[in-house]
C-alpha cells in the first residue's frame, strides 16, 4: 500500500512537470558527464605520469661540423678526447644511472621506428642526425638539475629534457581537466537550481494533497517522500544518461589515444568514475529536493 | 480533553493579539460551539489545538499531550486524533467518497484490508451509503461536507475541529449535517464547533464558549448563540 502510493503519487508528479523533469534529467547528464570525464582525464595523467616518469632520459646531444647550435659555433665537431671527457663527466654525476651512447647509424634507426614520414625519411641521412648521450637518471626528480650540469660543457650542443616535453603534454590534459570540472560544477549548480525549482512546482500542483496529509497526520516523511523521490529519479535518470556519455568517451576518445599513451584507460576506472557520478548525481538531487521542501512544504 | 490556560495569541505584524489571556477547558465528550464574530480568534483557537501555531505565552493540552512539549516530530501523532472539518470541504476533486475517505487511512499507512473493512462503515454513518463512487462534483454542498466528516472521523479520533461546517449549507441542509456531528458526538467523540450560525446553536442547546476581541466573554452550559444573560 505504502509503496503504491509512494510511487503513484511521484509518476503523477513526474508527468505534471514534465518538462522541467527533462530539463533536471539534461543538467544532470551533462554535469555528471563532465565531471566524469574530468576524473577519467585525471586517472589517465596521473597512470601516465607514473608509467612514464621511470622511462625519463636526458638527451645530450653532441657537437658536428655544422652545428647550428649556439654552442658548438665555429667549434667544428667534438673530438674523441671531449667525448670520452664528457662521457666521464657525466658517469660521475651521482645522479645519472646510465649513459649509452647513441652513434649516427643508431639514431638514424630510432627515427625511422618514430613513424616518421616518408618524405622526412627520404631526404634525412644518418649524416643528418647528431650523436648524443642518452642520460638515465637515478631520481627523475633530479633531472633539471642535471640537465643544468651539464649545460656549456665542452662539445654539448643541446640537451632535450623528455620530462619538460611530457610534462608540457600533460598540462594541457591538465588544463582540459579543469574546464571539464569548471563547466562541471556550473552544471551541478545550474540542476540543483532547477530540482529547486522543480520541487516547488510540484508542492504547488500538489498544495490540496499535502494540506490534507498534513491535517489527518500523514508523517512528514509520507508527505515529502513523494517530491524526493521526484528530484532522485529524475537525477538516477540523469546519471544513466551520464553513465551512457562516459562509456561513450571511453570507447571513441580514450580508447584511440591510447595507441599513444601506452597505459590505457581501463573498464575498471570507468566503472569507478561512473560510480562515483552517479552517487553525486543522486545526492544532490536529495539534497536539493529536501532544502526545497523545508521552505515550501510547511510541516 | 482540551485545556487552554492564559493562552495568548499574537500574529507578527500585529499589535492586538488574536487571542488574549483565554483560559478554557473541554472535557471528553463534550459538545462546545466557540462563537463570535469574524475576526474574534475562532480559527486560531482551533489552529493553536492542531499546533499549526504556537501560542506566545499560557499553555495548551490536548488530549493529555503538553503541546509545548510535543516535538515536531510528533505532532503528526497529535493530529491523527483530531479531525478536522472545514466550510470549504477540501475534498479532492479526482478521487470518489470512498478514495477521499481512505486516503486519509492510507497516508497514515493503515492496512488495506482494515480500510476496505471502515470506510463503507463510515459512508454509512454519515449518511452517504450508495453514494460511495460519486465523484466530489457529482454532490450537493451538503453531501460533500458528509464526506468530508467521513474523512474527518474514518479514524476514530478523540476530538472532531469543525470549522463553520454549516457555512456553505443551507439551513434545510445543514440540519442533516449536526445530526451527523451529534452522532459522532454520541460515540464519545469531543466536538468543537466554530460557528455563525445562530439558529443551529439554538437548537442544539449545548455548550457555548463566546469570543470578542480574542477575549473569552461568555462560556455557558445548554447556551444560546445571542446575548442570554
Same mark, same amino acid.
Given at each position: !500500500?505504502?509503496?503504491?502510493?509512494? %510511487?503513484?503519487?511521484?509518476?503523477?508528479?513526474?508527468?505534471?512537470?514534465?518538462?522541467?523533469?527533462?530539463?533536471?534529467?539534461?543538467?544532470?547528464?551533462?554535469? !555528471?558527464?563532465?565531471?566524469?570525464?574530468?576524473?577519467?582525464?585525471?586517472?589517465?595523467?596521473?597512470?601516465?605520469?607514473?608509467?612514464?616518469?621511470?622511462?625519463?632520459?636526458? /638527451? #645530450?646531444?653532441?657537437?658536428?661540423?655544422?652545428?647550428?647550435?649556439?654552442?658548438?659555433?665555429?667549434?667544428?665537431?667534438?673530438?674523441?678526447?671531449? $667525448?670520452?671527457? *664528457?662521457?666521464?663527466?657525466?658517469? /660521475?654525476?651521482?645522479?645519472?644511472?646510465?649513459?649509452? %651512447?647513441?652513434?649516427?647509424?643508431?639514431?638514424?634507426?630510432?627515427?625511422?621506428?618514430?613513424?616518421?614520414?616518408?618524405?622526412?625519411?627520404? +631526404?634525412? $641521412?644518418?649524416?643528418?642526425?647528431?650523436?648524443?648521450?642518452? #642520460?638515465? *637518471?637515478?631520481?627523475?626528480? $633530479?633531472?633539471?638539475? #642535471?640537465?643544468?650540469? *651539464?649545460?656549456?660543457?665542452?662539445?654539448?650542443?643541446?640537451?632535450?629534457?623528455?620530462?619538460?616535453? =611530457?610534462?608540457?603534454?600533460?598540462?594541457?590534459?591538465?588544463? *582540459?581537466?579543469?574546464?571539464?570540472?569548471?563547466?562541471?560544477?556550473?552544471?551541478?549548480?545550474?540542476?540543483?537550481?532547477?530540482?529547486?525549482?522543480?520541487?516547488?512546482?510540484?508542492?504547488?500542483?500538489?498544495?490540496?494533497?499535502?494540506?490534507?496529509?498534513? =491535517?489527518?497526520?500523514?508523517?512528514?516523511?509520507?508527505?515529502?517522500?513523494?517530491?524526493?523521490?521526484?528530484?532522485?529519479?529524475?537525477?538516477?535518470?540523469?546519471?544513466?544518461?551520464?553513465?551512457?556519455?562516459?562509456?561513450?568517451?571511453?570507447?571513441?576518445?580514450?580508447?584511440?589515444?591510447?595507441?599513444?599513451?601506452?597505459?590505457?584507460?581501463?573498464?575498471?576506472? +570507468?566503472?569507478?568514475?561512473?560510480? +562515483?557520478? !552517479?552517487?553525486?548525481?543522486?545526492?544532490?538531487?536529495?539534497?536539493?529536493?529536501?532544502?526545497?521542501?523545508?521552505?515550501?512544504?510547511? +510541516? | 480533553?482540551?485545556?487552554?490556560?492564559?493562552?495568548?495569541?499574537?500574529?507578527?505584524?500585529?499589535?492586538?493579539?488574536?487571542?488574549?489571556?483565554?483560559?478554557?477547558?473541554?472535557?471528553?465528550?463534550?459538545?462546545?460551539?466557540?462563537?463570535?464574530?469574524?475576526?474574534?480568534?475562532?480559527?486560531?483557537?482551533?489552529?493553536?489545538?492542531?499546533?499549526?501555531?504556537?501560542?506566545?505565552?499560557?499553555?495548551?493540552?490536548?488530549?493529555?499531550?503538553?503541546? @509545548?512539549?510535543?516535538?515536531?516530530?510528533?505532532?503528526?501523532?497529535?493530529?491523527?486524533?483530531?479531525?478536522?472539518?472545514?466550510?470549504?470541504?477540501?475534498?479532492?476533486?479526482?478521487?470518489?467518497?470512498?478514495?477521499?475517505?481512505?486516503?486519509?487511512?492510507?497516508?497514515?499507512?493503515?492496512?488495506?484490508?482494515?480500510?476496505?473493512?471502515?470506510?463503507?462503515?463510515?459512508?454509512?454513518?454519515?449518511?452517504?451509503?450508495?453514494?460511495?463512487?460519486?465523484?466530489?462534483?457529482?454532490?450537493?454542498?451538503?453531501?460533500?461536507?458528509?464526506?468530508?466528516?467521513?474523512?474527518?472521523?474514518?479514524?476514530?479520533?478523540?476530538?472532531?475541529? @469543525?470549522?463553520?461546517?454549516?457555512?456553505?449549507?443551507?439551513?434545510?441542509?445543514?440540519?442533516?449535517?449536526?445530526?451527523?456531528?451529534?452522532?459522532?458526538?454520541?460515540?464519545?467523540?469531543?466536538?468543537?464547533?466554530?460557528?455563525?450560525? @445562530?439558529?443551529?446553536?439554538?437548537?442544539?442547546?449545548?455548550?457555548?464558549?463566546?469570543?470578542?476581541?480574542?477575549?473569552?466573554?461568555?462560556?455557558?452550559?445548554?447556551?444560546?448563540?445571542?446575548? @442570554?444573560?
Amino acid at each position: !500500500m505504502r509503496a503504491n502510493f509512494i %510511487f503513484s503519487e511521484v509518476w503523477i508528479g513526474l508527468r505534471r512537470n514534465l518538462t522541467m523533469t527533462i530539463a533536471v534529467i539534461v543538467t544532470v547528464a551533462v554535469g !555528471m558527464g563532465l565531471l566524469g570525464i574530468g576524473l577519467m582525464i585525471n586517472s589517465q595523467v596521473s597512470s601516465l605520469t607514473g608509467y612514464w616518469t621511470d622511462k625519463v632520459e636526458l /638527451s #645530450v646531444f653532441l657537437c658536428e661540423k655544422n652545428s647550428p647550435f649556439p654552442a658548438c659555433k665555429n667549434k667544428g665537431a667534438i673530438t674523441e678526447e671531449q $667525448k670520452a671527457a *664528457l662521457k666521464q663527466t657525466i658517469e /660521475s654525476l651521482p645522479d645519472v644511472e646510465r649513459v649509452d %651512447f647513441e652513434d649516427q647509424a643508431k639514431a638514424y634507426e630510432n627515427f625511422k621506428d618514430g613513424g616518421n614520414n616518408s618524405i622526412l625519411l627520404s +631526404v634525412i $641521412k644518418p649524416e643528418d642526425l647528431p650523436e648524443s648521450f642518452r #642520460v638515465k *637518471l637515478k631520481d627523475p626528480d $633530479k633531472s633539471t638539475a #642535471v640537465q643544468d650540469s *651539464l649545460k656549456g660543457q665542452a662539445g654539448v650542443s643541446n640537451i632535450v629534457n623528455q620530462r619538460q616535453i =611530457l610534462e608540457s603534454a600533460f598540462g594541457f590534459m591538465e588544463k *582540459l581537466r579543469n574546464m571539464a570540472l569548471g563547466v562541471a560544477i556550473l552544471m551541478v549548480l545550474a540542476a540543483t537550481l532547477l530540482i529547486g525549482n522543480t520541487v516547488r512546482l510540484s508542492a504547488y500542483n500538489r498544495r490540496r494533497e499535502t494540506g490534507i496529509m498534513r =491535517l489527518v497526520g500523514a508523517s512528514n516523511v509520507y508527505i515529502q517522500l513523494p517530491f524526493v523521490m521526484e528530484g532522485v529519479i529524475a537525477g538516477l535518470i540523469g546519471g544513466v544518461f551520464a553513465a551512457v556519455l562516459l562509456i561513450f568517451t571511453k570507447v571513441f576518445i580514450f580508447e584511440q589515444i591510447q595507441t599513444y599513451t601506452a597505459a590505457p584507460l581501463t573498464w575498471n576506472t +570507468v566503472a569507478f568514475v561512473i560510480t +562515483v557520478t !552517479m552517487i553525486i548525481g543522486v545526492v544532490i538531487c536529495l539534497l536539493a529536493s529536501f532544502v526545497t521542501l523545508r521552505r515550501y512544504l510547511r +510541516v | 480533553m482540551i485545556h487552554f490556560d492564559n493562552v495568548t495569541k499574537v500574529y507578527a505584524n500585529q499589535n492586538r493579539p488574536a487571542l488574549d489571556h483565554v483560559s478554557v477547558d473541554v472535557d471528553k465528550g463534550e459538545f462546545v460551539f466557540l462563537v463570535g464574530p469574524s475576526g474574534s480568534g475562532k480559527s486560531t483557537f482551533l489552529r493553536l489545538v492542531l499546533k499549526e501555531e504556537r501560542p506566545n505565552s499560557g499553555a495548551i493540552h490536548v488530549a493529555g499531550k503538553d503541546l @509545548a512539549k510535543l516535538s515536531n516530530f510528533k505532532v503528526p501523532h497529535l493530529r491523527r486524533r483530531i479531525g478536522c472539518v472545514f466550510q470549504d470541504f477540501r475534498l479532492l476533486p479526482k478521487k470518489n467518497v470512498y478514495e477521499n475517505v481512505a486516503f486519509a487511512l492510507e497516508v497514515i499507512g493503515k492496512p488495506r484490508r482494515f480500510i476496505r473493512k471502515v470506510v463503507p462503515e463510515v459512508i454509512e454513518l454519515v449518511g452517504l451509503e450508495g453514494k460511495a463512487h460519486r465523484m466530489p462534483e457529482e454532490l450537493s454542498g451538503g453531501e460533500q461536507q458528509r464526506v468530508a466528516m467521513a474523512r474527518a472521523f474514518v479514524n476514530r479520533p478523540m476530538i472532531l475541529l @469543525a470549522d463553520e461546517p454549516t457555512g456553505n449549507i443551507d439551513p434545510a441542509t445543514s440540519i442533516g449535517i449536526m445530526k451527523v456531528l451529534d452522532r459522532i458526538n454520541r460515540t464519545g467523540t469531543t466536538v468543537l464547533m466554530a460557528t455563525h450560525d @445562530a439558529a443551529i446553536v439554538d437548537s442544539m442547546r449545548k455548550r457555548v464558549v463566546e469570543l470578542e476581541d480574542g477575549k473569552i466573554v461568555r462560556d455557558q452550559s445548554r447556551g444560546v448563540y445571542g446575548q @442570554a444573560y
